[in-house]
């Protein structure tokens, strides 16, 4: 009996240590872990100035006509990367039309936007400057702006030395692209799949087995967990108007091709347990909700409890660690610097 005790637990030690390696091998041929350095962007080498320039940038409101609002009023560092409401509020205090997603990690995902209108973070970050709903300004006004103030000025001559007019609105969209290049967040699955096995709980690797068993993993796979591909909600069973409003096409409204009515593209589901509320329409606040809508409406399933329990447990494994931000300091306006305006156009 002494000498079996001891074989029977080698014996289960064993085979749980066999079972976490299958399932890592698998999770590692579906997934990847996050990158220990700063993603390489195409078309834009990343330097320390063109970062440092760009952190200015993603702070300044005066970016925006109104002097109120920049790309952290809706890309919250310190709270998941959103700003935590169902759809921005901008110019004039109006609604945007969608759910902000999380600028943490966006550099990585295949296209920007819910609908994929943007193929990148450069072509993104132009878009929330010029309309209406959200920041209300122009190209040529933000140029002015920036060129209005010396330290600008010097900024984009360090961050781009090698152009005659480095003060352009492409290169504000390029220096912001630097710096969301930095919102690497990794996380405990990271460290799993490098190779921690204490860094999920078990809940979690039962969520990651059934994550991948059920088919989640379908649409939401790659580095960043989705942000790539795109997909009708409702490809079993449309949810109800409340969560999937009918004004709202998706896809269709960049292609105009009927297929694409109300497809969208697959959600990064990195940080997911803080950047509620979910889905395009931002009408869902819980997790535990927003994971049994699409258990229902994309795979016909119907989860019993204790399978969102552990799902959830291994979306929340992918909160990660933001890198520190440090807040930039702002140069101040001159009497060239254009006035602001709360005016709706």
């Known amino acids: 009996m002494r000498l079996f005790i001891p074989l029977l637990l080698a014996t289960t030690a064993l085979a749980t240590s066999v079972h976490a390696d299958a399932l890592r091998d698998t999770a ?22 063109k970062i440092e320039l760009g952190k200015a940038l993603f702070f300044d409101p005066r970016l925006s006509a109104s002097g109120v609002f920049s790309c952290y009023s809706c890309h919250n560092l310190t709270a998941g990367g959103d700003d935590n409401m169902e759809t921005s509020v901008g110019h004039g205090w109006q609604k945007g039309p969608r759910n902000a997603p999380t600028a943490l990690n966006a550099v990585l995902n295949e296209a920007q936007f819910w609908d994929g209108r943007a193929d ?26 920036l060129g ?21 609105f492409d290169n504000m969209a390029r220096a912001i692209e630097a710096f969301e290049a930095t ?18 709980s078990a809940d979690a690797k039962a969520g990651l087995q059934l994550f991948m068993d059920k088919g989640c993993s379908s649409c939401h796979s790659g580095i960043n967990v989705g942000g790539h591909g795109y997909y009708p909600f409702g490809l079993v069973e449309k949810p109800g108007a409340e ?12 292609t105009e091709t009927a297929s694409d009515e109300y497809v969208f593209r697959a959600a990064p589901l990195r940080n997911i347990g803080v950047t509620a509320p979910y889905f395009h329409s931002g009408k869902v606040w819980e997790l535990p909700v927003a994971v049994e809508i699409m258990a ?3 795979l016909g399933e119907a989860l019993k409890p204790e399978e969102t329990t552990q799902i959830v447990a291994f979306l929340h494994s992918l909160t990660g660690t933001l890198p520190p931000v440090t807040l930039p300091v702002l140069p101040p306006e001159t009497d060239a610097t254009p006035r602001p305006t709360s005016i709706i156009k």
């Open 243 to 254: 969560v999937l409003p009918p004004g709202d096409k998706g896809r269709f409204k960049v």
């Open 183 to 200: 919102l690497i967040t990794p996380a405990p699955f990271d460290a799993w799949l490098n190779g921690d096995d204490a860094a999920l």
């Open 148 to 168: 209005s103030m010396p330290a600008y000025v010097d900024w984009f001559a360090a961050a781009f030395p090698d152009e005659t007019d480095p003060i352009s």
């Open 28 to 49: 590692a041929e579906i997934f990847k872990a996050l990158p220990s350095t700063i993603p390489a962007i195409k078309d834009n080498p990343v330097t320390p100035a």
């Open 120 to 145: 990148d973070l450069k072509a993104q970050a132009k878009g929330p400057v010029q309309a209406g709903v959200e920041m209300a300004n122009t190209p040529e006004q933000v140029v002015i702006t």
């Open 296 to 298: 229902e409406s994309q």
